[in-house]
C-alpha cells in the first residue's frame, strides 16, 4: 500500500486555482517518488517556481489573474513562435481579430517560398484582449523537406490597406525516426569504449588528456574492433582560478574547452623563435611531471596556467593569409554567441581575484559596451582559441574514423551549466532565476541531489525557435558521430528546487519533449550521428517507448537492471539501447566487486542505513549475480577479479542491444571512482587520474600493449 505524503520541506496545500495555474505552466503539483509514494507539492513550492516563471502567484487575485492570463495568452498571438512538427499531415494555428484578413507566406530553408491557404471556415472565436478573435487551423503543404523553415504572417482590417499586425514563426520539420547505428561489415550492432578524457594522459600531454590523446585513443580502441569512443563533456570551463573540476557543471555548452588543447599541435608553434619555443617547453615542464604519478589528482588550475602561458605566446604569431581566412570563417559562422562567449572569458580575466560589479553582469550593459571594446584583443584570442579546439577535435574524429570505427567519437551532453557562467550570462533570459536542477531522493542518493545549475525556461526555449538548443547540438556534432545526452529526461521534465530548500522540497517542471527531440534527431541526422538518452533513474516507462519509437537509444547499467530478487535476463533487455556493466558515477567494477561502494559512502556520511545492512545487501547483490555468471557458463567456481569483470561483459553481449559499452576504467583494473553524487568538497570528483590494478599511473602510451586490456576488448568484439 502506498501513502499520499506531503513534501518535507514546505507545508501548506494548494488550493485549486494555484493547482490549475500550476497545472497550465507545466508544473507538476503531485508526483510519484522513487520509493512508490504519491507525493504532493506545497503550495509555497509552486508559488516559487511560478515566480522564477515570471508569473505573480501570491495572492488568490494574482492567481486568479495570471490563469486568466495564461489561458488567453494563444490567443492574443497572431502566430506561434515556433511550431515543431514532424513529416506528413500538419497544421498551424492561426489567431485572428475579427473583422481582419490575414496572409500567411512560408519561407522554406533553402529560400523559396510559397502562399498558404486559409481554410474558409473558422472552428471557434473568444474574446481575448477585448476584442472577438479566430482561431483558425492553416494546413501545411505535406511535401515540405526536414528543417528549419519561417511563417510570416500579415494582418489587415477588412477595407484597409496597412496592415494591423505582422508576426513570424519557426517552423521546425523533424525525423520520424532516427536511423539504426552505424556498424562495421557483417554485424548488425557495435560496441565502444567509455572514458575520462582528462584522466587518460600520455606521456605528451600536460598533466591531463587532451585532444590528441582522444585522436590516439580512438586509434586504439577502433584498432580493437570498437565502433566508438565516449568521453565526458568537453563544454567550456572558467579561464581563471578556480576552474570547476565537474565536465556536468560547464561555464557553456555550446563552446568547447581549451583546458584540452594540445599546444605542440597548433600549425604556428612551427614559426616561434628558439626562445619563445623553450618558453612553451618550460611551462609544460612542471604539469608533464604530474602524468607519472597516479596518486595526484588532476589539477585542472596548474594545466590551465602553463596551457595559457603557451597559448599566449603561440597566440602572438602572425597567421599566414589561408589560415586567417579560416579562422574569419569560422568567426562568421559561429557568430554573435561567439563574440558573447569570449566576452565572457575576457572578462573573467579582466575581473580576476576581484568581485564583477552587478552592472557587468548584464551583458546589455554600458560598461560591457565598453569591456567589449577595451577587451578587444582578449576576445580575438579567445575566439582563436574556440578555432583550434574546433580543428584538434576534428582530427581526434578523423583518427577515430581512420582506425576503422563507424562511429567514432561520442560526446556527452551535461543536463546544464553553471549559474555565473557564460550561457547563464549571455542567455539571461533564458534560464529561471532562484532555481536549481537536481534529482528528487532514490535508492542511490537517499537525499535528493541538487546539481547547481539553473533550469532552462521553457517559455523562453519556445519563444527563441529553439535556436540555443540547435546551435548548441551542432557545434557537438560537427565532428563527432554520436551524442549521448545526460539525464535526458530532463528534456521532458526537470526536477526545480527553489533556493534555500533540500532536494526533496523540489518539483517536476514539463518541457515540450516534442519540440527538443525533434530538434535533437534533425541535427543528429543532419551530422550523421546517433543519439543515445542517459535514461537512468525514476523515469516514466512512456518515455523509454516514446525514445525507442524514435531511435534515440536509452541506457542499461548491468547493476541496475533488477528483477524481483534477482537481474533482468541479457535476453530480456532492449534493443535500441547501450548497454554497460557501470557508469562514471559508481566505482569500477573491480572497486564494486570489493565492496568500495558501500565503504566510501560510509566515509564520506552518506549513507542513511547502518554500514552493516548495505554491506549485506551488496553481498546478496554480489552473490545472485556471481551466481547468474555460472548457470550461464561464465564464470568458473574460483575467478579471479579479472575473470569476473570479463564474465559481467559477456553477459551484457548477449543482450539484443545495438550497442555495448566497455569503461576503460574495468579495462585496466583502476577501483577508485570518478564521482560520488551527493558530494562536492568531500570527495575529488573527477580528479582521478588512470591508473592500474597495482595503483600505479596507467599511460595512454602503454594501453595498447596492457594484457588485462586487450583480453577484456578482445572477449568483448568476438561476441560482438
Known sequence: MTADIPSPDVPGVPGDALVRLADAHGIATEYWSFFGERVQVPAATLRAVLRAMGVAAVTDAEVAAALAAVEERPWLALLPASHVTRPGVRSLFVHVVDGHDVRLTLTCEDGSTRDLAIPAQNPSARLAGGVLRWRVEVPLPTDLPLGWHTVSATETAFGHSEPARTATATLVITPERMPDPPTRPGRDRGWGLMAQLYSVRSRASWGLGDFADLGDLAAIAGGEGADFLLINPVHAAEVTSPIEPSPYLPATRRFLAPLYVRPEDIREVAYLTPVERALVEAARAPVAAMDADASTRIDRDAVWAAKRAALDAIFAVPLSAARRAELDAF??????????????????????????????????????????????????????????????????????????????????????????????????????????????????????????????????????????????????LRHAGALRIDHVIGLFRLWWIPEGLSPAGGTYVRYDHEAMIGVLMLEAQRAGAVLIGEDLGNVEPWVRDYLSARGVLGTSVLWFEREGDGFVPPEH????????????????????????????????????????????????????????????????????????????????????????????????????????????????????????????????????????????????????
Not at 441 to 446: E, H, L, W
Open 573 to 720: 533487455y532492449r534493443r535500441s539501447l547501450l548497454a554497460t556493466v557501470n557508469t562514471h558515477d559508481l566505482p569500477p567494477t573491480a572497486g564494486y566487486l570489493a565492496d568500495e561502494h558501500v565503504a566510501l559512502r560510509a566515509r564520506l556520511g552518506l549513507l542513511t542505513r547502518p554500514v552493516e545492512e548495505e554491506l549485506a545487501d551488496a553481498d546478496a547483490e554480489r552473490a545472485a549475480m556471481l551466481a547468474l555468471l555460472r548457470e550461464r557458463g561464465l564464470l568458473g567456481d574460483a575467478p579471479t577479479e579479472q575473470e569476473v569483470i570479463e564474465a559481467l561483459y559477456a553477459f551484457i553481449t548477449a543482450t539484443p542491444s545495438q550497442l555495448v559499452g566497455v569503461a576503460l576504467v574495468d579495462a585496466v583494473g583502476e577501483r577508485r571512482t570518478q564521482n560520488q553524487p551527493g558530494t562536492d568538497t568531500e570527495y575529488p570528483n573527477w580528479q582521478i587520474p588512470l591508473g592500474g590494478p597495482d595503483g600505479r599511473a596507467m599511460l595512454l602510451d602503454d594501453l595498447a600493449s596492457d594484457p588485462r586490456l586487450r583480453s577484456l576488448l578482445a572477449a568483448v568484439d568476438a561476441r560482438i
Open 331 to 476: 568567426a562568421a559562422r559561429e557568430g554573435r554567441p561567439l563574440q558573447d562567449f569570449a566576452l565572457w572569458c575576457a572578462l573573467e580575466e579582466h575581473y580576476d581575484g576581484a568581485e564583477r560589479p552587478g552592472e557587468a553582469w548584464d551583458i546589455s550593459s554600458p560598461l560591457v559596451a565598453e569591456l567589449r571594446r577595451d577587451l578587444a584583443g582578449r576576445v580575438a584570442f579567445h575566439v582563436w582559441l574556440q578555432w583550434i579546439c574546433d580543428q584538434q577535435l576534428e582530427r581526434a574524429q578523423a583518427a577515430a574514423v581512420a582506425s576503422g570505427m563507424s562511429i567514432g567519437v561520442m560526446h556527452d551532453l551535461a543536463v546544464g551549466v553553471h549559474q555565473r557562467g557564460s550561457d547563464a550570462w549571455s542567455l539571461r533570459g533564458m534560464y529561471a532565476r532562484g532555481m536549481a536542477v537536481g534529482a528528487p531522493p532514490d535508492m542511490y542518493n537517499q537525499q535528493g541531489q541538487t546539481w547547481n545549475q539553473p533550469p532552462w525556461l521553457p517559455a523562453a526555449l519556445a519563444d527563441a525557435g529553439y535556436a540555443p538548443l540547435r546551435d548548441m547540438i551542432r557545434t557537438l
